[in-house]
């Protein structure tokens, strides 16, 4: 094929910047080039220096209140960024937030400061504070910039955190897992905002080997042979209009001294790297955000490449089911009809629905494993629906399970990538029927993102299962606090935190 990119190309550009976090006292603050100082929206104003002088009404004159969301610069040696902190206390969510919007008012600045000693004393624990700050810098002064010719981003080269003593080992803490979860949804946006002829199904194998092989995993790459020798009609038939070769990642992590008895996760992502949508080809409008259809197996990649750093207990294997959905004179055509591995026969009525067709091969796999999983979850940016159901702020799970629907809500509060259950209704079933096969790939006008996971849920064979849909989540169209625009990477970071914490769901 001839050449029309750079060879060159590296597809994960932010793994290649590492921002220092370092924990200093109020006195160190001064030698950063920015520093926030954070102004709730009623009392007193805070006692520090960088106030000093300063009245609520001078400030309020500059348009300051101290509602949530306003900044307001004041120049200086060292850039003061006043920083709405609003009326209540500070969460982890509202002060990732509040360091983000800080971050974006001073993207000038290559060093920044921030004094957590006040938020803390005001009762956020030190860890969980130190820890959203540093995602809500390094997050909020993400860009995609590898293909413009001149880089403007200016990247953080130290944070620095202020704590009281007593607080610095926790504050520590909170740094080091910071770090961790900020990459690894700095890698999942490079994946995201990655073009598909930048990195397809082959490129992400290729990715997934060299990263796993960093990070202490075993990856098994499956190409087109090994697919049809393991029979996977879903990934085959979506792959079938394709110039390029599907691919299948197996991704393995061990934690140390792991026995039969070591609880089992597997994860299981869409990798659609470019959905046209098939001969069911989508709309021009409908298309333009497509390269990102790969963002569930983005997310378990990269939340797979923390596991080892965060000291995460479960064995937890990743399954990237990876193609684009082309239509070509070989493609799939609407009323063909695939045999997932294990037998199911599906009829497809749309190509277009076809993350459900690459899902279903990599979870009946994932329950074929002579270490049974003790729950699978998948991820997906799977209907649009959802984005009709929940808006844009908001992905979809549902669930076999309330247990592992409570671990992914528990999750993805504690990440703030908002999650919301919508109910696994069995009436709903029927509209999966198909006239000639065991099922049919869409389920009708209605509820479409409970029909395509009441899909996936006749693969499950009855292993604790919980599905993801984060087609509403995958981007954003504009700066929006720590999420800048492009992909998100949402996905990484509340599956590297639900895989920490997982916990075998009991039998009932
Ligand atoms: N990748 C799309 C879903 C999507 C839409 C993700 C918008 C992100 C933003 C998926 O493959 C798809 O095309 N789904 C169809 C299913 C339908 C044909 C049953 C949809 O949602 O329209
Ligand atoms: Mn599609
Ligand atoms: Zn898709």
């Given at each position: 094929m001839t050449v029309v990119i750079d060879p060159s190309f590296d597809p994960a550009p932010s793994l290649a910047h590492q921002t220092q976090v370092v924990l200093g006292s109020a006195a160190d603050l001064d030698a950063a080039a920015a520093r926030a100082c954070f102004i709730s929206?009623?009392?007193?104003?805070?006692?520090?220096?960088?106030?000093?002088?300063?009245?609520r009404d001078e400030l309020a004159a500059a348009g300051f209140t101290g509602k949530s969301g306003q900044t307001l610069r004041n120049p200086g040696d060292t850039l003061v960024v006043f920083v709405g902190a609003g009326k209540e206390p500070f969460t982890a969510a509202t002060l990732r937030d509040a360091v983000a919007n800080f971050t974006r008012a001073a993207n000038e600045s290559a060093t920044l400061a921030i004094d957590l000693g006040g938020v803390i004393a005001a009762g956020l624990d030190a860890r969980e504070a130190a820890l959203a700050a540093t995602e809500g810098a390094i997050l909020a002064r993400y860009r995609f910039e590898?293909?413009?010719?001149?880089a403007k981003n200016v990247l953080i080269e130290t944070l620095t955190i202020a704590v009281a003593e007593g607080d610095r080992e926790a504050a520590q803490q909170g740094i080091d897992r910071g770090l961790v979860l900020a990459r690894i949804a700095g890698l999942a946006r490079d994946l995201g905002n990655a073009p598909g002829r930048h990195l397809n199904a082959v490129n992400l194998a290729d990715l997934a080997v060299k990263l796993g092989g960093q990070t202490g995993l075993e990856v098994e790459v499956f190409d087109r042979a090994a697919i049809m020798e393991l029979g996977l009609g879903g990934l085959l038939g979506v792959n079938a209009g394709s110039a390029e070769e599907p691919r299948m990642v197996k991704l393995r992590y061990t934690p140390e001294g792991a026995t039969d008895a070591t609880p089992h996760l597997a994860l299981v992502g869409k990798?659609?790297?470019?959905?046209?949508?098939?001969?069911?080809l989508k709309p021009t409008h409908a298309m333009g955000s497509m390269k990102m259809d790969m963002m569930g197996a983005g997310a378990v990649l990269a939340s797979m490449t923390a596991l080892s750093e965060l000291g995460t207990t479960s064995i937890v294997t990743g399954w990237m089911m990876c193609t684009d959905n082309m239509l070509s004179g070989n493609a799939t055509k609407v009323g063909d009809v695939l045999t997932i591995r294990g037998g199911k026969t599906v009829e497809v009525?749309?190509?277009?629905?076809?993350g459900r067709l690459v899902l279903a091969d990599g979870i009946v796999l994932a329950t074929e494993e002579a270490h049974r999983p003790d729950a699978i979850v998948d991820i997906a940016t799977l209907t649009g629906n959802a984005m009709m159901a929940l808006g844009l702020g908001t992905a979809a799970t549902l669930a076999n399970n309330d247990q592992i629907a409570a671990q992914l809500a528990t999750a993805a509060e504690v990440t703030d990538e908002r999650v919301w259950r919508l109910p696994l209704d069995d009436r709903y079933r029927e509209q999966l029927k198909s006239n000639i096969a065991d099922l049919s790939n869409i389920g009708g006008t209605y509820a479409g993102a409970i029909t395509a996971a009441l899909f996936l849920n006749e693969f499950v064979?009855?292993?604790?299962w919980g599905h993801i849909d984060i087609a509403a989540t995958m981007e954003v169209e504009r700066d929006d606090v720590w999420r800048s625009n492009g992909s998100t990477g949402f996905g990484a970071r509340l599956l590297a935190e639900f895989a920490t914490a997982f916990e075998k769901p009991s039998q009932d």
């Amino acid at each position: 094929m001839t050449v029309v990119i750079d060879p060159s190309f590296d597809p994960a550009p932010s793994l290649a910047h590492q921002t220092q976090v370092v924990l200093g006292s109020a006195a160190d603050l001064d030698a950063a080039a920015a520093r926030a100082c954070f102004i709730s929206a009623e009392g007193d104003l805070p006692s520090c220096e960088c106030v000093s002088g300063l009245t609520r009404d001078e400030l309020a004159a500059a348009g300051f209140t101290g509602k949530s969301g306003q900044t307001l610069r004041n120049p200086g040696d060292t850039l003061v960024v006043f920083v709405g902190a609003g009326k209540e206390p500070f969460t982890a969510a509202t002060l990732r937030d509040a360091v983000a919007n800080f971050t974006r008012a001073a993207n000038e600045s290559a060093t920044l400061a921030i004094d957590l000693g006040g938020v803390i004393a005001a009762g956020l624990d030190a860890r969980e504070a130190a820890l959203a700050a540093t995602e809500g810098a390094i997050l909020a002064r993400y860009r995609f910039e590898p293909l413009k010719s001149e880089a403007k981003n200016v990247l953080i080269e130290t944070l620095t955190i202020a704590v009281a003593e007593g607080d610095r080992e926790a504050a520590q803490q909170g740094i080091d897992r910071g770090l961790v979860l900020a990459r690894i949804a700095g890698l999942a946006r490079d994946l995201g905002n990655a073009p598909g002829r930048h990195l397809n199904a082959v490129n992400l194998a290729d990715l997934a080997v060299k990263l796993g092989g960093q990070t202490g995993l075993e990856v098994e790459v499956f190409d087109r042979a090994a697919i049809m020798e393991l029979g996977l009609g879903g990934l085959l038939g979506v792959n079938a209009g394709s110039a390029e070769e599907p691919r299948m990642v197996k991704l393995r992590y061990t934690p140390e001294g792991a026995t039969d008895a070591t609880p089992h996760l597997a994860l299981v992502g869409k990798g659609i790297m470019f959905d046209s949508g098939g001969i069911s080809l989508k709309p021009t409008h409908a298309m333009g955000s497509m390269k990102m259809d790969m963002m569930g197996a983005g997310a378990v990649l990269a939340s797979m490449t923390a596991l080892s750093e965060l000291g995460t207990t479960s064995i937890v294997t990743g399954w990237m089911m990876c193609t684009d959905n082309m239509l070509s004179g070989n493609a799939t055509k609407v009323g063909d009809v695939l045999t997932i591995r294990g037998g199911k026969t599906v009829e497809v009525k749309n190509t277009d629905a076809e993350g459900r067709l690459v899902l279903a091969d990599g979870i009946v796999l994932a329950t074929e494993e002579a270490h049974r999983p003790d729950a699978i979850v998948d991820i997906a940016t799977l209907t649009g629906n959802a984005m009709m159901a929940l808006g844009l702020g908001t992905a979809a799970t549902l669930a076999n399970n309330d247990q592992i629907a409570a671990q992914l809500a528990t999750a993805a509060e504690v990440t703030d990538e908002r999650v919301w259950r919508l109910p696994l209704d069995d009436r709903y079933r029927e509209q999966l029927k198909s006239n000639i096969a065991d099922l049919s790939n869409i389920g009708g006008t209605y509820a479409g993102a409970i029909t395509a996971a009441l899909f996936l849920n006749e693969f499950v064979d009855d292993v604790p299962w919980g599905h993801i849909d984060i087609a509403a989540t995958m981007e954003v169209e504009r700066d929006d606090v720590w999420r800048s625009n492009g992909s998100t990477g949402f996905g990484a970071r509340l599956l590297a935190e639900f895989a920490t914490a997982f916990e075998k769901p009991s039998q009932d």
